[in-house]
C-alpha cells in the first residue's frame, strides 16, 4: 500500500481544475500506500492535463516481466516476493483464503449497509439502504475485477463498468485484518463511481492502459501487465532482448545501480514522492518517463517552501524528500540514494528487517558511531535496530490502520529540520521548491507547467491564485486557445463578481469545451453561469453534451434535472432522472428528485 500513496490527495472522485476547487490537485493519487491513499489525494496528485494520448502498449518496446524471468529467473522470483512485485493482483482461490469474504457492515454516517462475500471463486462488494421496516431502498452490487495494492497496510478492490474502471467502497486493511470504508469515502458518498485516474494507477500497476483525460476510461484489455515488473525501473526490455538473443553488448537496458544516485533516485521519485503539485509536462503522459533519464522531462514535482513557524507535519509519500533532509545524504555529497538502502530485488521480512538495514547502515558508519553503549543496544528487541531507532515508524493519520518509516533518519525523536530545508527555492523560481528539477540546472520551469503547479497548489495555499492568473495573463496572448489557460482566465474572470466578470467566464469556458476539455469542472461551472444569464437551453446543452464525454458523474445528471425541472420541463426531467438513478443508485439528491416523477403513493408503514 505504501507506494499508492504517491498517487493520491483528493477525496473526489474525478479530478477538477482550481474553478470551484471541487477536485484538481495528485491527489491525489495515488500513488503506494495503495489505492488506499491515491484517492484521498487525488487532489494534489492529478490536477494535470495533457493534450497527449496514451500510446499503443505495442509501440512501446515493453516485453513483460515474465520475458525477462527466462534469463534472470532468481531476481524474477525475489521480486516477486516484495511488496512491488504483488502490487495488484486478480482475485484467487488463493487471495480469497487470505481475507475475510463473509462481511457485513453498517456506516450510520452514511446511512449505508455494506456486504462482501465470495461466490464461485469470485468477490463481490454491496452497498444498499434499507428503510425502517427493512426494506431496501437501493442495493448495487458489483464483481470485484482486481485488488490494488501489496497488503503490507492494505489494498483497494475495483470494479469495471464497460470501458471504465473505479473504486469500490470498501478496502481490506492489514493490521486489523478487516474491511472498512476505502480513504475518502469518510468525506462523500461516491458509491461504485469513484474513478480510477492515470497517475494514481501508473503507481500500483505494471503495464496499464488508461485514457490520460478519460476519467476513469481505459482502453481493452486495461492492463499489459498488472503488478509492477522489471521495465518499470529499467525501462522497455525489447531492444535488450533483441540484444540478448544476437549476442551484441547488452546496454540497451537501464541499470539503476550503474546511474547517477540522482538518476537512480528519479525511479523512485517517480511514486514514492508525491509534493504539493505534480504536473506533467506538455506533451506528455506517466508513460512516457524511461528509467535513465531525468523524470523532470517527463513529470514536474513541487513544494510550497517550508518555513519555521509552520514545519511540514504530514510527509506521507514524501521519501525522496525526507532522505535528502537527512543528515546521511546531507553528509554524503549527493552519493547516498534510495537503492543504498533498497535492494528493488529483495525485501527482507520484518524478522530479517533490523539486522539487514544494520549492514547497510555499517556500509557508512561504525558501531562507534551510536552514542548508545553496543552492550545496551544488543540487550534490546530486536537488538541493535538501527532503523528502530532512527527511522522509526508512525501511524499514518489520514489513512486509517496504516503505517509508514520516517526516512528522514533522525538522531531524535524531535529532532529540528536542518536549515536546509528552508532554502530549497532558486532566484528562478523562488515561491516554489522544484524538487524534481536537478540540483545541477537552474533553468525555471516552462510557464505552463508552472501555471498548472499554481493552479494545483492555490488549492491549499490561496495566497498563489493571484499568481495563477498572473501566469495565465502571460500565456494568454501566445497560448490563447490552450485548455489550461482558458480555464485559469475563466477562474481569474470569475473572482470580479460582476456581470462582466462572468460574461468573460462564460466565453472562456466555452472556448476551453471547444478546444476539447474533459475536466467535469468546466461543464458544470460553464452550466451554472449560464443558468445564471437565464440561458437555460444553452445550459442543459453543456449538460447533455458533458454527460455523453464523462458519462459516469452524478452532478450532470442532478443539474441538468433541476434546470429541466425549473423550466416545467417534466418529461425531459424525469427521462435524466430515469438514467441517473439507473447510474448512481445510492445517490440521495437525484432518488429525491425521482419523487417528483411518480405519483404520490398512499403513506406506508415502512
Known amino acids: 500500500m505504501e507506494a499508492s500513496a504517491s498517487a493520491m490527495k483528493s477525496s473526489n472522485g474525478i479530478v477538477g481544475r482550481p474553478l470551484r476547487a471541487i477536485a484538481s490537485g495528485l491527489a491525489s493519487i495515488a500513488g503506494a500506500l495503495l489505492l488506499l491513499t491515491c484517492f484521498s489525494f487525488q487532489n494534489k496528485l492529478l490536477g494535470t492535463t495533457a493534450s497527449a494520448d496514451q500510446s499503443s502498449l505495442a ?94 497496510n492494505g489494498s483497494g478492490s475495483i470494479v469495471k463498468q464497460g470501458d471504465y474502471l473505479f473504486e469500490a467502497p470498501l478496502s481490506f486493511y492489514a493490521k486489523p485484518h478487516r474491511w472498512a470504508l476505502s480513504p475518502g469515502y ?50 522497455p526490455g525489447e531492444a535488450h532482448v533483441a ?6 553488448p547488452l546496454g540497451s537496458i537501464a541499470n539503476p545501480a550503474k546511474l547517477s544516485p540522482w538518476l537512480a533516485d528519479n525511479i523512485c521519485m517517480s511514486c514514492h514522492q508525491t509534493g504539493d503539485a505534480r504536473v506533467l509536462q506538455a506533451g506528455k503522459t506517466y508513460r512516457d518517463f524511461r528509467p535513465g533519464v531525468e523524470l523532470d522531462d517527463t513529470l514536474s514535482i513541487f513544494l510550497v517552501p517550508f518555513s519555521r513557524e509552520s514545519v511540514p507535519k504530514d510527509d506521507l509519500l514524501e521519501h525522496y524528500l525526507s532522505m535528502r533532509l537527512s543528515k546521511c545524504y546531507r553528509n554524503s555529497s549527493g552519493r547516498l540514494g534510495c537503492i543504498s538502502c533498497h535492494d528493488p530485488h529483495v525485501e527482507p521480512s520484518p524478522q530479517e528487517a533490523p539486522a539487514y538495514f544494520h549492514e547497510k547502515c555499517m556500509a557508512c558508519h561504525t558501531e562507534k558511531s551510536c552514542a548508545v553503549p553496543l552492550s545496551l543496544r544488543q540487550h534490546k528487541t530486536p537488538p541493535d535496530d538501527c532503523a528502530g531507532c532512527h527511522m522509526p515508524k508512525r501511524d499514518v493519520t489520514v489513512i486509517s490502520h496504516s503505517v509508514l518509516t520516517n526516512h528522514r533518519i533522525i538522531a531524535e525523536a524531535e529532532e529540528p529540520f536542518p536549515d536546509g530545508a528552508f532554502h530549497m527555492t532558486t532566484p528562478q523560481l523562488p515561491d516554489l521548491v522544484h524538487l524534481s528539477a536537478n540540483p545541477a ?45 482558458l480555464e485559469a482566465l475563466a477562474d481569474w474572470a470569475l473572482q470580479r463578481k460582476n456581470a462582466e466578470g462572468s460574461s468573460l467566464a462564460i466565453r472562456y469556458l466555452d472556448g476551453a469545451i471547444h478546444q476539447g476539455a474533459t475536466n467535469p469542472a468546466d461543464f458544470e461551472e460553464l452550466a451554472e453561469l449560464l443558468v445564471a444569464a437565464n440561458r437555460q437551453s444553452d445550459a442543459l446543452k453543456i449538460l447533455q453534451q458533458g454527460m455523453q464525454l464523462i458519462p459516469y458523474y452524478a452532478e450532470f445528471y442532478r443539474r441538468s434535472a433541476t434546470v429541466n425541472f425549473s423550466a416545467s420541463r417534466k418529461q425531459e426531467a424525469c427521462e435524466v432522472v430515469a438514467k441517473g438513478v439507473e447510474k448512481f443508485p445510492q445517490d440521495t439528491v437525484i432518488r429525491d428528485l425521482s419523487r417528483k416523477c411518480t405519483p404520490a403513493q398512499p403513506a406506508s408503514s415502512d
Request: proline fraction near 7%.
Open 441 to 485: 540546472k537552474h533553468d525555471a520551469p516552462p510557464p505552463l507547467t508552472l501555471l498548472q503547479a499554481y493552479g494545483q497548489v492555490m488549492l491549499s495555499h490561496p495566497e498563489y491564485r493571484e499568481r495563477y492568473w498572473a501566469v495565465a495573463k502571460q500565456l494568454e496572448s501566445s497560448q490563447g486557445g490552450n485548455v489550461l489557460v
Open 186 to 235: 469518510e468525506f462523500g458518498d461516491y458509491g461504485f463511481e469513484r474513478p480510477i485516474l492515470p497517475g494514481c494507477i501508473v503507481c500500483h500497476s505494471g503495464q496499464p492502459r488508461p485514457v490520460l483525460d478519460g476519467n476513469g476510461r481505459f482502453r481493452e484489455p486495461p492492463f499489459t501487465e498488472l503488478a509492477i515488473g522489471c521495465e518499470n525501473c529499467h525501462g
Open 243 to 248: 540484444a540478448a538473443q544476437m549476442g551484441s
Open 59 to 152: 509501440n512501446t518496446g515493453h516485453v513483460g516481466s515474465r520475458v525477462c524471468s527466462k534469463c534472470h529467473p532468481s531476481i524474477y522470483e525475489s521480486f516477486l516476493r516484495t511488496d512491488m512485485g504483488h502490487s495488484m493482483s486478480e482475485i484467487t482461490p488463493a487471495l480469497l483464503d487470505k481475507i475475510p469474504t463473509s462481511v457485513n457492515l453498517f456506516d450510520p454516517r452514511l446511512n449505508r449497509h455494506f456486504e462482501i462475500y465470495a461466490r464461485d471463486g469470485n468477490l463481490y462488494q454491496s452497498e444498499y439502504e434499507t428503510t425502517a421496516g427493512g426494506k431496501d431502498v437501493f442495493r448495487e452490487t458489483r464483481k470485484l475485477e482486481w485488488m490494488i495494492g501489496s497488503g503490507a
